[in-house]
């Protein structure tokens, strides 16, 4: 059996199980029980240190049950096919998850989907949290572009879940703006605070048509504002919670690199949830959890643009994760490492 081994070096996650549970049990220590399930997420793809809390905070509330989890990746251009990875199982520091070769085929048969053999971190990353949470469930790795065809490979998945009366969990892993010189993405609008540019005028509008079941809008603003890197991910997320019965989304966090580490150059991250039905809450109580700047932009968003988009605006007032950091982020390999791991 071809097994997809481990390709991302030590620092993106760790190389052990007991490293892999012992970071788990440290980010599920400061969490309250699981209240509400998904039927599928968005979430971050940098190393653990700077965004692995976010994405574990959203993947713990997946389907006690679930039987395949289909992880969407990106890092594609429109024109690119749907890329799946071929191999029947996949290395994670507990062993070999199977693959779904059901689901594979029947996609197959609907789109041009190519074989994958790049090594990426939208989706390896991913892949000992699953393992972790889920450690009997079936894998499906996939990357999608930032294109129409994403969000009908969400719907697809659903369709096919119903058919099968099997239950699918789809992880949409993107991040955000990747601002600053490393990444050749600076604005003049700035000014003296970049971070709150990029989290109040450059993410906000993304999360808020993630929340609000925009695929469209997602794959628009990430083209144009290069506000996510892997935008077709989030829509085929979109896609499948939309026919499983979502109404919204619940932005469960917002978060930056530069909370972990500062910098000039930083990466924003969200995790979102897509319930099957509307369980969120008001946006007079959210507001109340906010700075009163935030409680203003969080006014005009909701008369701009409605009720339901700003009742999550709560989970991106600027609240800070460097809990998030990893026991190794501070070693000198570490910091070699850090500008192509937080993103």
Not at 9 to 20: D, I, L, R
Not at 38 to 60: C, T
Request: glycine share 8%; aromatic share 6%.
């Amino acid at each position: 059996m071809a097994i997809r081994r481990r390709s991302l070096p030590s620092g993106w996650y760790p190389a052990t199980a007991s490293g892999v549970r012992a970071r788990c049990e440290e980010w599920e220590s400061g969490l309250p029980a699981v209240a509400q399930r998904y039927s599928s997420i968005i979430v971050p793809h940098a190393g653990w240190a700077f965004s692995g809390r976010l994405a574990y905070k959203a993947l713990r509330a997946m389907p006690e049950s679930a039987e395949t989890v289909v992880v969407v990746g990106g890092h594609l251009r429109p024109s690119d096919p749907v890329l799946a990875a071929p191999e029947a199982g996949f290395e994670t520091p507990f062993g070999h998850l199977e693959a779904d070769s059901d689901l594979l085929s029947s996609l197959s048969r609907r789109f041009d989907v190519r074989e994958d053999h790049a090594t990426d971190n939208t989706v390896e990353v991913q892949l000992p949290l699953v393992h972790h949470l889920a450690p009997h469930a079936r894998i499906a790795a996939l990357r999608c572009p930032p294109a129409p065809c994403a969000e009908e490979v969400g719907r697809f998945i659903a369709e096919f879940a119903a058919e099968r009366e099997r239950l699918i969990f789809v992880v949409g892993s993107t991040d955000l703006t990747h601002y600053g010189p490393a990444y050749g993405f600076v604005s003049d609008q700035a000014g003296g605070d970049p971070s709150l540019w990029v989290r109040e005028k450059n993410d906000r509008p993304i999360v808020d048509a993630m929340v609000r079941l925009d695929a469209d809008l997602v794959i628009r603003l990430a083209l144009e504002r290069h506000a996510a890197c892997s935008s077709g991910a989030a829509a085929a997320a979109i896609g499948y919670a939309v026919r499983r019965g979502s109404r919204r989304g619940e932005l469960i966090e917002y978060a930056q690199s530069s909370d972990v580490r500062p910098d000039a150059s930083f990466v924003g991250y969200a995790a979102i949830g897509f319930p099957r039905a509307d369980a969120g809450t008001t946006s007079q109580e959210n507001a109340a959890s906010m700075s009163e700047p935030v409680q203003r932009e969080a006014r005009a968003t909701s008369s701009s643009a409605g009720a339901s988009g700003s009742r999550d605006l709560r989970a991106m007032s600027g609240g800070r994760s460097a809990r998030a950091a990893s026991e190794t982020a501070g070693t000198p390999a570490s910091r070699d490492r850090s500008r192509l791991s937080r993103s």
